[in-house]
């Protein structure tokens, strides 16, 4: 088992920036992916970013130029900076580890983390 806490998330403004953090723990040596999701009210859960162990990044188009997605291995963690955040970023933040391909979702979830962007 893998679990997955997420932190980071809060009230921004347009235009501002939120770092978000994903600890992992638990069987995570075979973990090859690491995902952020996000899911907003009435809408589909959708592919934030995802990243490899071996540094292959994807990114949604909606957050392209916008977010960053790192990981740092020795402390099993993945970030996401977000960067000139705007409203239709408001969503619950996801943190989703497993599988082999970057584009389809692994087995393990975290909590999920509230991000509201709003003047």
């Known amino acids: 088992q893998v679990q997955l806490v997420e932190s980071g998330g809060g009230l921004a403004q347009p235009g501002g920036s939120l770092r978000l953090s994903c600890a992992a723990s638990g069987s995570i040596s075979g973990i090859y992916l690491m995902r952020w999701y996000r899911q907003a009210p009435g809408n589909q859960r959708e592919l934030v970013a995802g990243?490899?162990?071996?540094?292959?990044?994807r990114y949604g188009d909606s957050v392209k130029g916008r977010f960053t997605i790192s990981r740092d291995s020795a402390k099993h963690t993945v970030y996401l900076q977000m960067n000139s955040l705007k409203i239709e970023d408001t969503a619950v933040y996801y943190c989703n580890a497993g599988g082999f391909q970057i584009e389809s979702s692994g087995s393990y979830w975290g909590q999920g983390t509230q991000v509201t962007v709003s003047s």
């Open positions: 990243i490899s162990s071996g540094g292959i990044i």
